[in-house]
T-cell receptor, first 108, second 113 residues
């Protein structure tokens, strides 16, 4: 079945760039998403990319999609303490499948 | 985007009881979904709440355990029946906007003793 994999933890110094990686198996994915979940909160849709795009930029966020390798990444420029959260990668064909989430920890 | 509210935000329940979670959206939506997020885990789709017909359940989830109502295009309820400690999770309502975006409510944190 479909699967979405991402590393569980990432530590980054404040001010540096964070890069969160994700791989997926479903070649029929139409959209790929990044959601952010802060402690005790629901999921916030950060950004998404259509499967025929390679890149999408939105302020500090850059999404790169390598459809051949089924690899998706999220780059957060100038990482701030407020970026500390769990980031979920998700892909959609007929329904959305989520990865287990990457916990981003910001070092002072 | 969509503004989604859920009630209750959290609850602590006794084994064997049932809890009904409400989800309200600020505007009419066609597709509403219920997800479960077990501690430290990702989100798992429980069912799609269909307006005017029975919900569509994913593999491993059944109507007797998770009855769902969808009386109109802005409201849905999920009941967790005959609860056990294994049902302790965050339950999230979600809505689809168009064909590309999906938004989530703040979640209901359930603890079963």
């Amino acid at each position: 079945g479909e699967d979405v994999e991402q590393s569980l933890f990432l530590s980054v110094r404040e001010g540096d760039s964070s890069v969160i990686n994700c791989t997926y198996t479903d070649s029929s994915s139409t959209y790929l998403y990044w959601y952010k979940q802060e402690p005790g909160a629901g999921l916030q849709l950060l950004t998404y990319i259509f499967s025929n795009m390679d890149m999408k930029q939105d302020q500090r966020l850059t999404v790169l999609l390598n459809k051949k390798d089924k690899h998706l990444s999220l780059r957060i420029a100038d990482t701030q303490t407020g970026d500390s959260a769990i980031y979920f990668c998700a892909e959609r064909d007929d329904k959305i499948i989520f990865g287990k989430g990457t916990r981003l920890h910001i070092l002072p | 985007s969509a503004v989604i509210s859920q009630k209750p935000s959290r609850d602590i329940c006794q084994r064997g009881t049932s809890l009904t979670i409400q989800c309200q959206v600020d505007s009419q939506v066609t597709m509403m979904f219920w997800y479960r997020q077990q501690p430290g885990q990702s989100l798992t789709l429980i069912a799609t709440a269909n307006q005017g017909s029975e919900a569509t359940y994913e593999s491993g989830f059944v109507i007797d355990k998770f009855p769902i109502s969808r009386p109109n295009l802005t409201f849905s309820t999920l009941t967790v029946s005959n609860m056990s400690p294994e049902d302790s999770s965050i339950y999230l309502c979600s809505v689809a906007r168009g064909t590309d975006t999906q938004y989530f409510g703040p979640g209901t944190r359930l603890t079963v003793l």
